[in-house]
T-cell receptor
Framework: NAGVTQTPKFRVLKTGQSMTLLCAQD?????MYWYRQDPGMGLRLIHY???????AKGEVPDGYNVSRLKKQNFLLGLESAAPSQTSVYFC???????????FGQGTRLTVV | GDSVTQMEGPVTLSEEAFLTINCTYT??????LFWYVQYPGEGLQLLLK?????DKGSNKGFEATYRKETTSFHLEKGSVQVSDSAVYFC??????????????FGKGTLLTVNP
């Protein structure tokens, strides 16, 4: 069982470049999340989705966009990368509210 | 809004010592509570959970009790091992009172266990 798979695992971007992070889950979960993890800040929610075709803003959404065109995929886009977006990004999914989330292995992004 | 506060780290213990990591929460609805663990270079894994007041979650010798009266969910282990060295996150998932069912995490506590 693959669980939650994130691609790519590592990426270096130049300021102003764009990229898309892909998250795929094979557990038929309704809920999917994108977090960023920074030293001393814990995990902060960027965007989340409570079902196919829906998205909502988390606590740090600026500079990011998301799409959930298919239930199993949740894409995170950076239109114009900035050094402040250097972070480790985690995708997660859960069956519904109140249940545990399953996490991907993370994407380490560096913006220079 | 929802929030989770857990004790600042880092925490350094000797093998076989007793561990407590404090966690308190604020929620508008009826949250489920979780402890996640993150080993170096990996994603988060669920360690244990509790879905209602007075529930006790337990796994791998760790346990935590959902205390509604003190809004707490402290993590404990009687005898830690070197392999327990990791970052521990307390989290809640609120599903009532107009919340959006999202997970909210504490900032994490780094635990290092020395042999």
């Amino acid at each position: 069982n693959a669980g939650v798979t994130q691609t790519p695992k590592f990426r270096v971007l130049k300021t102003g470049q764009s990229m898309t992070l892909l998250c795929a889950q094979d557990m038929n979960h309704e809920y999917m999340y994108w977090y960023r993890q920074d030293p001393g800040m814990g995990l902060r929610l960027i965007h989340y989705s409570v079902g196919e075709g829906t998205t909502a803003k988390g606590e740090v959404p600026d500079g990011y966009n998301v799409s959930r065109l298919k239930k199993q995929n949740f894409l995170l886009g950076l239109e114009s990368a900035a050094p402040s977006q250097t972070s480790v990004y985690f995708c997660a999914s859960s069956r519904n509210e109140g249940t545990e989330a399953f996490f991907g292995q993370g994407t380490r992004l560096t913006v220079v | 809004g929802d929030s989770v506060t857990q004790m600042e780290g880092p925490v350094t213990l000797s093998e076989e010592a007793f561990l407590t990591i404090n966690c308190t929460y604020t929620a508008t609805g009826y949250p489920s509570l979780f402890w996640y663990v993150q080993y170096p270079g990996e994603g988060l894994q669920l360690l244990l959970k509790a879905t209602k007041a007075d529930d006790k979650g337990s796994n791998k010798g760790f346990e935590a009790t959902y205390r509604k009266e003190t809004t707490s969910f402290h993590l404990e282990k009687g005898s830690v091992q070197v392999s327990d060295s990791a970052v521990y996150f307390c989290a809640l998932s609120d599903h009532g009172g107009g919340s959006n069912y999202k997970l909210t995490f504490g900032k994490g506590t780094l635990l290092t266990v020395n042999p």
